[in-house]
Nanobody
């Protein structure tokens, strides 16, 4: 079992930055690809970013490319999401997720392919 706990969310003005953290426990994430997803009020959960365990390749939703950066520190068992140039449309609950041994774009960008999920952290961007 892998337990995931997100932190770093909060209220920020448009144009600002936040860094989310996802701390894992129970197992090493070194063989897990990690993803970030978000869900805005009244909308379905959507893919944001992912990073492969295999070669640390990263994948991003078009809406966040160039603004968000996902990274991982296996020694700390933690994954990060650096979010810059935030927009009101980025307001959502952000959750991290873990996928064991998967590493392709098609797999990592699909919600149903993840094995473990955190509870999420709220990000609110004011205009």
């Amino acid at each position: 079992q892998v337990q995931l706990v997100e932190s770093g969310g909060g209220l920020v003005q448009a144009g600002g930055s936040l860094r989310l953290s996802c701390a894992a426990s129970g197992r090493s994430i070194s063989s897990y690809s990690m993803g970030w997803f978000r869900q805005a009020p009244g909308k379905e959960r959507e893919f944001v970013a992912a990073i492969s365990w295999y070669d640390s390749r990263t994948y991003y939703a078009e809406s966040v490319k160039g603004r968000f950066t996902i990274s991982r520190d296996n020694a700390k068992n933690t994954v990060y999401l650096q979010m810059n140039s935030l927009e009101p449309e980025d307001t959502a609950v952000y959750s991290c997720a873990a996928n064991h041994l998967g590493h392709t774009s098609a797999l990592l960008t699909t919600i149903n392919n993840y094995d473990y999920w955190g509870q999420g952290t709220q990000v609110t961007v004011s205009s």
